[in-house]
């Protein structure tokens, strides 16, 4: 009887392992293919040391990573990375898949932003014609989300300080979250960084952040960021400070490539597709905020209000044409007051300067511990029958005030609307302990339009200034 039942089971379990092992080899596969993907494309950036190779072939300085974005041998790295060739020198990259053999290339430098910390290399000669081991990676200017997955790759020496082109790199493979989006600010210049949940290792700057959605490179890794990263409380009510990844979103660089004309893949295109000179004509980067400051809540208010604008930062990043959607006397007059003297680097389109209008909005809360009346507010189209205007919303929602919280202040947030009145992603410019997650939260609830440019529907930016007073009791 046992015998019988012995074999009866082991002829089920063969049954339905027959069936079931080429679903989880697929899902095997499926689930390696990203980082296959990825691995493929990534080069160390290196100085070689040696003329002639050794046994262990060339020794080499090993500065960071850069990765391949078309089969023409271009690749993309952070500036930072190469900034040690700056004033000369040779960059060189490691070609080729980790367990060998990889080859020493030079990869001269093509174009450099260094303001924004991007770097364009090329592999000589083209190791595409040779090499069928190596790909490259298409591009996605697309914001992923808070939340949304991303994976991280890079390569680096097993030995720093004794290294060699035949020995076996260390690859750091990671798969985590988008905490937030910031700016950047070093040396007077602002860019604008995706933060993700990974505390980077030296080595593991110029590496690509990846959308596991898309499988599209959003971002360049450039390092740790110094500044704490605070989670906001999930269930158990507490909030989380973690150590965070920073990577320069990925539109500078497309800026970069296509100021050069160098063709790079979009996520979009169809395979071995490259964009055509009208496509990439086409894409635009709105302007980004410089320098912005809030503004104080008016004493003689009793009442929360609002202010929207709608301004035209021209091809110097001047603002300009300043027009006044809506807004009452006192509150419209310190909102003109801050907005005076806001500086911006302006809008983008091939990688040349261009203007572009902006939507401004300033929220005053009404400063009472519980909202006395609906915190919603719905508003006409703004500048509906207007054939150029920055996004603006339809609904506002204002923020609770936290209960224990004695904080005043201006949380700023500079928001990306997309063509269909979608926000694409959310950025804290500037913002006060204990407000600025209410801020975000109410924010994440507002609706708005698209802006225009000559009566078409285009994506562009909004800042959004909400000013909190210390609430009075009831």
């Not at 060739?85 to 932003?113: H, I, K, S, T």
């Not at 991303?150 to 290294?163: G, H, K, Q, T, Y």
């Not at 009208?278 to 004493?299: E, I, M, N, W």
């Not at 419209?332 to 990688?351: D, I, K, M």
Request: proline share 7%; net charge negative; charged share 20%.
């Amino acid at each position: 009887m046992q015998t019988k039942l012995g074999r009866l089971l082991a002829v089920t379990f063969a049954t339905i392992a027959f069936f079931l092992y080429p679903i989880l080899c697929h899902a095997a596969a499926e689930a390696s293919a990203p980082e296959a993907a990825i691995t493929s494309a990534l080069c160390q950036v290196v100085y070689r040391v040696d003329e002639i190779p050794s046994a262990q072939g060339y020794s080499y300085i090993f500065y960071g990573n850069a990765f391949f974005i078309n089969e023409q041998g271009y690749l993309v790295t952070a500036a930072h990375v190469v900034s040690n060739f700056r004033n000369g020198g040779q960059p060189y990259v490691l070609v080729g898949p980790p367990q060998g053999p990889r080859r020493v290339l030079e990869a001269p430098l093509v174009a450099v932003d260094w303001e924004h910390d991007v770097a364009v290399l090329r592999a000589t000669p083209n190791p595409f014609k040779n090499e069928t081991s190596i790909t490259y990676l298409r591009l996605s200017d697309e914001a992923p989300s808070r939340g949304d997955t991303v994976l991280s790759a890079s390569f680096r020496p097993s030995d720093i300080e004794n290294a060699h082109s035949l020995d076996v790199p260390i690859e750091d493979f990671s798969r985590t979250k988008v905490l937030d989006y910031q700016f950047h600010w070093e040396n007077g210049n602002r860019s604008e960084v995706v933060l993700f949940g990974q505390q980077i290792v030296p080595g593991q700057s110029g590496s690509p952040l990846v959308s596991a959605d898309s499988n599209g490179v959003v971002g360049i890794v450039l390092g740790q960021w110094l500044h704490p990263t605070v989670i906001p409380s999930g269930a158990n009510g507490r909030d989380r400070t973690v150590a965070a990844g920073a990577a320069l979103r990925i539109h500078y660089a497309i800026s970069l490539l296509e100021k050069q004309h160098i063709a790079w893949h979009a996520v979009s295109g169809a395979p071995q597709e490259i964009e055509s000179s009208a496509q990439q004509a086409k894409r635009f980067t709105p302007g980004v905020p410089l320098s912005v400051v809030g503004t104080p809540y008016p004493p003689e208010a009793v009442y929360g209000g609002d202010v929207m604008l709608d301004g035209l930062v021209d091809s110097d990043g001047k603002l300009t044409d300043l027009r006044v959607v809506r807004g009452e006397s006192f509150f419209l007059e310190n909102a003109l007051s801050a907005v005076r003297t806001w500086t911006f680097s302006p809008a983008r389109r091939e990688g040349r300067a261009v203007e572009s209008r902006i939507g401004i909005v300033f929220q005053f809360p009404t400063s009472f511990l519980y909202h006395m009346t609906s915190p919603e507010h719905r508003y006409e189209e703004p500048l509906a029958n207007s054939k150029d205007r920055g996004g603006l919303p339809v609904l506002t929602v204002e923020p609770d005030y936290p209960v224990n919280s004695i904080a005043e202040g201006s949380v700023v947030l500079y928001e990306l609307i997309d063509a269909r009145g979608r926000v694409a992603s959310t950025s804290v410019l500037g913002g006060v302990e204990s407000l600025t997650e209410p801020t975000e939260a109410a924010v994440s609830k507002w609706q708005f339009v698209p802006g225009k440019e000559g009566g078409a529907e285009t994506e562009s930016a909004v800042i959004v200034v909400v000013t909190f007073r210390r609430p009075a009791l009831r």
